[in-house]
């Protein structure tokens, strides 16, 4: 995720980090190139029929491509955001698991401390299985030689850590360290854990309808190919500067939905997972009372992953 102040003046014209025009720099090259090209054959030997040749078609066609463009960038960022309240959720619950688990088991700093690795493991397994990274990897720091053991049976590594730490709840309600009321309140932290999982996997594993993203790339690339051929009578030598700035619109609102489509990727606008990760551990080991805490990530570049 791109972290910056909001550009002002200049600023405005020249920033590329964070922007989505290195990106889409080629696409619009090449219709600059287009266009100069359809400029000078018009200019210097213009075709007959060429004067009939009106914009009105590519008005119409830009209409409905605005609002075909429209839809997909808001249900695009409708995943970004509901990705980020996700993440934001896992972030509270890890808190609210590690203060309930704190006040409930005060007597058994082992098992509070074995909780708050495995709420930690479960943050980073997550993040790793969400942007294609080896899962066990991510989760292994945090686990101890048994631990480690049991994981290797299982497939999927977040849920797995969960069932641990379900495990070490349910093994203090068995020995009377642990009211069945107040065990249950605590199940509900991890029932709201792995539904925050499965709404990831559900956003990460459901892409747009391919046929519908496929219609919006067609018919941007037909209307910006084609633009040229009906601006070149009327607008001349103008002609390669329209087209690369509405090239550059419509290309640019097209790659931003595609970046936003996938919330998890390692894209500049893409969720930053790794901070997020982080602030879950130092919540873990600050309950702990653990010291020194790790820092913060903090952007590099205006970039924080």
Known sequence: ????????????????????????????????????????????????????????????????LSIFLSF?????????????????QLVFESRSLARQVNLLLVDDAGRRRRIAYLATA??????????????????????DKRQRAQLAERENVPDALLAMIAAELAQALRSGDLDPILYAQLEDRLHAMSSIQAGCERILTTPLPFAY?????????????????????????????????????????????????????LEPNDLPLDALVRTIEIDQLDALGERPLPEPLLPQGYLLQ
């Open 1 to 64: 995720m791109i972290i910056r102040p909001r550009p002002h003046g200049w600023q405005l014209l020249y920033i590329l980090r964070g922007s989505i025009v290195p990106a889409i720099a080629p696409k619009v090259l090449a219709i600059l190139i287009l266009s100069i090209a359809v400029a000078a054959v018009v200019e210097l030997a213009p075709p007959i029929g060429i004067e009939r040749v009106s914009v009105t078609p590519f008005t119409l066609l830009g209409l409905v």
């Open 72 to 88: 997909r960038n808001s249900a695009c960022y409708e995943r970004w955001w509901e990705g980020r309240k996700l993440w934001g």
């Open 122 to 143: 479960f943050a980073h397994a997550l993040a790793a299985r969400l942007r294609g990274r080896i899962v066990a990897l991510a989760a292994l720091p945090w686990l």
């Open 213 to 265: 993203t496929l219609l919006l790339h067609r018919c941007a690339w037909m209307f910006c190919v084609l633009l040229p051929f009906g601006l070149a009578s009327s607008l001349g030598w103008a002609t390669p500067v329209l087209s690369a700035v509405l090239a550059y619109a419509f290309f640019g609102l097209d790659q931003l939905g595609e970046e936003m489509e996938d919330p998890f990727g």
